[in-house]
């Protein structure tokens, strides 16, 4: 669930600081002592659905999230866990800069691919609340041309149900980005490259995950709010919501101090680093920025809701059943308990969810999107920390949703 191409198509208050220095890595988890004798497994019986955050378990989690890096070749990840009560856990491991060996670290700016779409469907669902636009709206009411427009709802577009073909999967658009990765893309541009393709289904007959929605449903915002996206998001999304490192840029524009992104999604296929690529191919589907601080207070804000009417976040997290073991809703998943959203865009990857049940935070920002025996790195780590932390919640999306079909 990530915003792929054709190839594809802190601080929380505790008992005790412990500073782990690693070898590739560095950061720190917050909790009590583990006693003797107690192991990771122990702690998950102990205390629920989230492990204590103790130094037996952080050991577990460097090691994991370490082996996943050797395995997939990642440079760099940043990851955070958190739980009231739990402890926290913040570490980068890698590097930033392949060329210099700048190490990762916690307080650099990473783009964030689809998590995007989580923004951009909050902004849709704010005009709902504001009685603007209706989820059972037909798209045709306020963007010409769609194919099927009288008939594809707002809801559908939201919740990946349109039947629409998915622009970044096209053989032109690929051919067009790659052969020159810092031209910017205009909105109607990217759904020329969707519409010259029939439909892939009757609205509402399944589940196909496809940047063109988002497109449209960025159009949809623009025109109510009489605002560009950009600045409607930054300025009643963003800010709203507390986030100081999150942005929705206008061009190619990268805040420092940033990671460089490493991709084999070129024109070659040979690795470059996409830093200063142009994301205006995700526009109002993955073109936005943020940083591990933001991204844990996001994931709290989306999941609960805090800038929604109850109603309309009980209608967005009303899933339905996407991919085996994951349900969709409205520009957001749940994944065995997990809500959030993955991100991929090329030299990037994220993935940010909540678990509301043990009001538990994971946060995992990369600069690849290599993909390692048919999945996404972002879906390995994830994979791999909750089997230590949420045994009985292990975080997994099946390999359909790298292409999304």
Request: aromatic share 8%; charged share 20%.
């Amino acid at each position: 669930m990530t915003t792929r191409l054709r190839r594809a198509a802190v601080g929380v208050a505790a008992v005790g600081m412990v500073l782990v220095p690693l070898g590739a890595g560095a950061g720190y988890a917050l909790d009590e002592p583990t006693p003797p004798g107690a192991s990771a497994s122990a702690s998950v019986a102990a205390d629920g659905d989230f492990a204590r955050l103790t130094p037996a378990v952080t050991r577990q989690l460097d090691e994991a999230i370490q082996k996943v890096m050797s395995e997939a070749q990642v440079p760099g990840v940043i990851v955070l866990l958190s739980a009231p009560g739990k402890g926290t856990y913040v570490r980068s491991f890698g590097v930033a800069d392949k060329a210099t060996g700048r190490p990762m670290a916690p307080d650099l700016n990473m783009r964030i691919g689809s998590e995007t779409k989580t923004f951009t469907v909050t902004a849709l669902l704010q005009l709902v609340d504001q009685g603007k636009v209706g989820l059972d709206d037909p798209i045709g009411r306020y963007v010409d041309g769609v194919p099927n427009g009288d008939r594809i709802t707002l809801r559908e577009l939201a919740g990946m149900r349109s039947g629409l073909f998915n622009y970044s999967e096209d053989e032109g658009f690929f051919k067009a980005l790659t052969s020159n990765p810092r031209r910017p893309f205009t909105p109607h541009e990217l759904l020329a490259y969707s519409f010259k393709h029939p439909v892939l289904f009757e609205p509402n007959a399944k589940f196909y995950y496809c940047n063109t929605n988002l497109i449209l449903l960025g159009l949809v915002v623009e025109k109510v709010s009489g605002q560009k996206l950009s600045d409607y998001v930054n300025e009643k999304v963003v800010a709203p919501a507390g986030l100081r490192h999150t942005l929705f840029p206008v061009g190619a524009e990268f805040p420092n101090p940033h990671a460089q992104g490493y991709t084999n999604q070129t024109a070659s296929g040979k690795i470059e680093d996409a830093a200063d690529w142009n994301p205006s191919w995700g526009w109002a589907a993955g073109a936005m920025i943020s940083d591990l601080d933001d991204l844990k207070t996001w994931a709290k804000v989306l999941a609960t809701g805090t800038l929604l009417k109850p109603a309309t976040q009980a209608q967005r997290l009303k899933v339905i059943d996407a991919l085996p073991g994951t349900g969709y809703g409205l520009g957001i998943f749940n994944v065995q308990g997990w809500i959030g959203h993955n991100g991929s865009l090329p030299g990037y990857e994220s993935l940010t969810v909540y678990m509301p049940q043990s009001k538990a935070t994971m946060v995992v920002l990369l600069n690849t999107d290599i993909s390692y025996k048919g999945s996404e790195p972002s879906t390995l780590f994830g994979e791999a920390i909750t089997k230590i932390v949420t045994p009985d919640h292990v975080f997994s999306l099946p390999a359909q949703a790298v292409t999304g079909k």
